[in-house]
C-alpha cells in the first residue's frame, strides 16, 4: 500500500471515529458516552481509538480539521481578483451548508460543545490551529506593504465572526438562517459598531 493510500485511510478512519462519538455525544450525552461506546459505534477496537486520540475530547479535532481542509482547498480555487470578504463569505457559507443540511444534529452539537467544558475547550484549541491555517491560506489576498498581522487577524475574525453566529443560530430555534446571522457577524466586524470608543 503506497504511503498516501495508507494516509487516506488513516484519516477515513479517523473521521469515522470522530463521526461516530459526535453522533453519540449528541446521543446520549459526553459525560455518559464511553471510548468503548465509540469503538463500538466505529467499528474498531479500544486499542484503534486511542492509536487515533488520546482521549475521548479530542474527536471534535477530527470535525473541525476536516472542515478546515474543505475551506482551505475552497479558497485555493478562489480568484484573488475578488475581494477578500467575497471570498470569506463564499467559503464560510459553504461550511454552514452542511448546518442547513442536517439542521438538528449540528444545533445539538453546538449546544453540547457551549456546555461541555472539556469539548470546548479542545475545540478552541484547534481553532487556534485553524485560524493558522486560514491564515496562509488568506496571504494572497494581501501584499508586502500590508500589516504582517493582517493575515492572521482577518482569519481570527473571519472563524470568531462564524463561531458566534452559529451558536446564536443553535441558541435559538426560531432562527432559520445561520447564513444570515453569519453576513450580519461579519458586517459589524467591519464596521464602527464594534468599536464604540472615541479617541
Not at 459505534?41 to 478546515?68: C, G, N, Q
Request: no cysteine.
Amino acid at each position: 500500500m503506497s504511503s498516501g493510500l495508507t494516509e487516506r485511510t488513516r484519516e477515513r478512519t479517523r473521521r469515522e471515529i470522530a463521526d461516530a462519538a459526535g453522533q453519540l455525544f449528541i446521543e446520549k450525552g459526553y459525560t455518559a458516552t464511553t471510548v468503548k461506546d465509540i469503538a463500538e459505534a466505529a467499528d474498531v477496537s479500544s486499542r484503534t481509538f486511542f492509536r487515533y486520540f488520546p482521549s475521548k475530547e479530542d474527536v471534535v479535532t477530527a470535525l473541525a480539521s476536516s472542515s478546515m481542509d474543505a475551506t482551505v482547498d475552497l479558497l485555493s480555487q478562489h480568484d484573488t481578483g475578488d475581494s477578500l470578504l467575497s471570498a470569506l463569505k463564499v467559503v464560510l457559507h459553504a461550511m454552514l451548508a452542511r448546518v442547513a443540511d442536517d439542521p438538528e444534529p449540528a444545533r445539538k452539537f453546538q449546544l453540547l460543545l457551549r456546555d461541555t467544558p472539556e469539548l470546548r475547550g479542545r475545540w478552541l484549541e484547534e481553532q487556534r490551529r485553524n485560524r493558522d491555517r486560514l491564515a496562509v491560506a488568506l496571504a494572497p489576498w494581501f501584499t508586502k506593504r500590508s500589516n504582517p498581522m493582517a493575515a492572521e487577524l482577518a482569519a481570527g475574525a473571519a472563524l470568531l465572526a462564524l463561531d458566534v453566529a452559529v451558536l446564536e443560530w443553535a441558541q435559538h430555534d426560531t432562527t432559520a438562517d445561520p447564513t444570515r446571522l453569519l453576513d450580519q457577524a461579519l458586517s459589524v466586524i467591519g464596521s464602527d459598531q464594534l468599536f464604540l470608543l472615541r479617541s
